[in-house]
């Protein structure tokens, strides 16, 4: 069964702290993505990566920045953390060609920044 | 870009009963799959049926069965015979054919009562 598994579900980090958020994906899809889900404004595209090494500015990129070293893993940096970084954070990944399964996710970590 | 728009923030429906959910979306292609995505409270994402825009016949998963019309860039789901298992948050998704392209309305929570 395919699996994309982010290293924690819940999170507590201090404000101004370096943070990081890890994916892994075991499909070998091409592309990967990071999204914020906040109450009322559904999954917000932070970053995708559509190749190793390779990414992409997604709708709301501030305040964050990520890492593609290996095609299984992508990772999500807040750099100096915020309370206003405070939120759910989800994984995913697709084929390039587009699986008509769609996307596949991770459990979600909740961060909470104080 | 994309855009997915879904109107009703909230929803309930009495057990046993049919729910409709609205979705709209706007894009230029001419092929790109559609989804429909259930988040339960523990948050993984579970894909509960999917669309090819270039089949012109509704999808249908058991109870649940869809009303696409594209011209009018429309894509409701429609659950029959509700569960409470179904009480949910319900996500509809829009993707390009490529894969890279992925984009999710902001949602709908939907109550199942019993």
């Known amino acids: 069964d395919v699996k994309v598994t982010q290293s924690s579900r819940y999170l507590v980090k201090r404000t101004g702290e370096k943070v990081f958020l890890e994916c892994v994906q075991d499909?070998?899809?091409?592309?990967m993505f990071w999204y914020r889900q906040d109450p009322g404004l559904g999954l917000r595209l932070i970053y995708f990566s559509y190749d190793v090494k390779m990414k992409e500015k997604g709708d709301i990129p501030e305040g964050y920045s990520v890492s593609r070293e290996k095609k299984e893993r992508f990772s999500l940096i807040l750099e100096s953390a915020s309370t206003n970084q405070t939120s759910m954070y989800l994984c995913?990944?697709?084929?390039?060609?587009?699986?008509?399964?769609?996307?596949?996710f991770g459990q979600g970590t909740r961060l909470t920044v104080v | 870009a994309q855009t997915v728009t879904q109107s009703q923030p909230e929803m309930s429906v009495q057990e046993a009963e049919t729910v409709t959910l609205s979705c709209t979306y706007d894009?230029?292609?001419?092929?790109?799959?559609l989804f429909w995505y259930k988040q339960p409270p523990s948050r993984q994402m579970i894909l509960v049926i999917r669309q090819e825009a270039y089949k012109q016949q509704n999808a249908t998963e058991n109870r649940f069965s869809v009303n696409f019309q594209k011209a009018a860039k429309s894509f409701s789901l429609k659950i029959s015979d509700s569960q409470l298992g179904d009480t949910a948050m319900y996500f509809c998704?829009?993707?390009?054919?490529?894969?890279?392209?992925?984009?999710f309305g902001t949602g709908t929570s939907l109550t199942v009562i019993p």
């Open positions: 499909m070998d899809h091409e592309n």
């Open positions: 995913a990944s697709t084929t390039w060609t587009g699986d008509p399964r769609g996307a596949f």
């Open positions: 998704a829009f993707m390009k054919t490529s894969g890279n392209q992925f984009y």
């Open positions: 894009t230029s292609e001419s092929n790109y799959y």
